[in-house]
């Protein structure tokens, strides 16, 4: 009778591929991800998540349940003991000789991840299996990598880590794309509460909070309060946006990384911005230096096989992280697009914002080179960025890489209370929500800065990936959220 293996001793698969435990007999599990079969012995492909890479493992017909172990679908999770050994094939350095298995969780004929290709919508679809492949393997380990990165940074350039909330009774870019939160039940309307005032309105005050609440569109604001008291501040949380964008480019839900930082000009605040950038591409290619290939390499025969040019981005982003950025202003860019004889879709034109294209264009044909653009009309603008002398435009910001167009947009805040009041009166916006934040510029009110990074915006462009559906776990889009 065979005796249960222990998985409390397991390693994993990526200290075994290292070396660890060569020579001596370990055990590992995993799910397998192929089988190869002869009369006598077979090969067994197993993979853990640890890593990129699979570990073969030997099979021989001796095991004593060598028909069950080698007859293992793949997807099966498998518990394994056997000793490490110099591998005879290619691709490895090591594998495994297998003593004894355990079948601990079988599948059936059913199981949707075969070895043949399967397409990235079906993928999405089956969202709780995709971390299995081997491309959602590489995105995923990547996506860690790029988050420790990010704290890592913004501890060393001595920000703090502050958890904003999640609901909020402001809309504090302005726009009015946001989820509404409230306590009363929809399954009966006729009992919701009406304001005596306006009886085709809702009566919030006695909603569960008082007011009228939503899920958060930024963390911008609470990251402004810290910063007047702990001077530098980073948010990285969850945002929420109830755009009706069903693109390769929006998300219903997604993270933002948001520093705030007192006494930090517009200058300063683009500096942090490009290094930032160059410290995620530098993380990326140091700590996940295999997952970066296997992208590549992925994007490579998807391009093959749609009949597409391919070209590796892994150039463009080491271009990225040891360039020096250029930096010119909003009206520069318009001068440069309207004489450049290119044909866009949308006309460059001085007080409009700037497309993608446009964007694209300044960053990989007029300089080839990474660029901010400072100083945008105000018009185009959030409420809270600081107005410049000339009244038109404020002091905005935007980083544009080659590829992607714009990455990460920022400004520094205004300051000056009279200006922010006399701004929320033009855009017609209710003050009294916003009245503690109207307090930071009449208690001990300083210049500061702070930008926005979509966090799975940055991870398609270091990943290579083209829908940012495929780069956060569940993704939340319209008419969609399931799992």
């Known amino acids: 009778m065979m005796s249960e293996l222990d998985y409390k001793k397991r390693v994993l698969i990526k200290d075994v591929l290292s070396g660890v435990g060569f020579g001596e007999e370990v055990i590992v599990g995993g799910w397998v991800r ?13 993979n853990d998540g640890s890593c990129q890479d699979s570990l ?8 004593e349940n060598y028909e069950s172990v080698i007859g293992s679908l793949t997807g099966t999770s498998l518990l394994v003991k056997g000793k490490v050994v110099e591998s005879g094939g290619k691709g490895q350095k090591y594998e ?54 990010t704290h890592e940074f913004f501890d060393k350039e001595g920000f703090y880590y502050l958890n904003s909330p999640i609901l909020t009774a402001v809309d504090a870019e302005g726009a009015g794309e946001m989820f509404s939160v409230s306590s009363y039940s929809l399954d009966d309307l006729d009992a919701i509460p009406r304001d005596p005032e306006n009886p085709k309105s809702v009566d919030f005050k006695q909603d569960y909070f008082g007011v009228e609440t939503s899920l958060c569109v930024t963390g911008q604001l609470e990251g402004e309060c810290f910063a007047h008291g702990l001077g530098k ?11 009706n964008s069903n693109t390769h480019r929006h998300l219903s839900e997604f993270w933002m990384i948001e520093p705030e930082a007192a006494f930090m000009d517009l200058d300063q605040n683009a500096d942090l911005a490009v290094r930032y950038v160059q410290h995620l591409i530098r993380a990326a290619f140091e700590k996940c230096p295999v997952e970066m290939e296997a992208l590549d390499n992925y994007h490579r025969f998807s391009a093959k096989q749609n009949k597409e040019s391919f070209s590796s981005h ?170």
């Open 34 to 46: 192929s089988v190869r079969r002869s009369k006598t012995f077979g090969f067994i492909v197993l």
């Open 233 to 243: 501040v980073y948010t990285f949380g969850p945002t929420f946006r109830a755009e």
């Open 96 to 149: 495994l000789q297998l003593s004894e298995a355990q079948v601990v969780g079988p599948v059936d004929e059913n199981y949707p991840l075969q070895k043949k290709a399967t397409s990235l919508e079906f993928l999405r679809e089956n969202a709780h299996l995709r971390p299995r492949t081997n491309l959602f393997g590489a995105v995923y380990r990547l996506r860690h990598t790029l988050s420790m990165a």
């Open 314 to 483: 892994l150039e463009r982003l080491k271009q990225v992280m040891n360039s020096e950025f250029t930096q010119i202003t909003y009206t520069e860019a318009i001068e440069i697009l309207q004489k450049s004889n290119q044909k866009f879709e949308y006309r460059p034109e001085w007080g409009k914002e700037l497309q993608t294209e446009h964007e694209r264009f300044l960053a990989e044909k007029h300089f080839e080179a990474p660029v901010v653009v400072t100083d945008y009309p105000k018009d185009c603008k959030a409420f809270y960025m600081k107005q410049n002398d000339d009244g038109k435009t404020v002091r905005a910001m935007d980083v544009l890489v080659p590829g992607v167009g714009e990455i990460i947009g920022g400004s520094q805040r205004e300051d000056d209370l009279s200006k922010l009041e006399k701004r929320i009166d033009e855009l017609e916006m209710d003050k009294e929500p916003l009245w503690w934040y109207l307090d930071l510029r009449r208690f001990g009110s300083v210049p500061h800065s702070g930008f926005g990074l979509g966090f799975e915006r940055a991870i398609m462009y270091i990943s290579g990936m083209k829908n940012i559906r495929d780069v956060i776990a569940f993704p939340r889009t319209p008419k969609n959220c399931d799992f």
């Open 56 to 63: 073969q493992m030997v099979v021989d017909e001796s095991l």
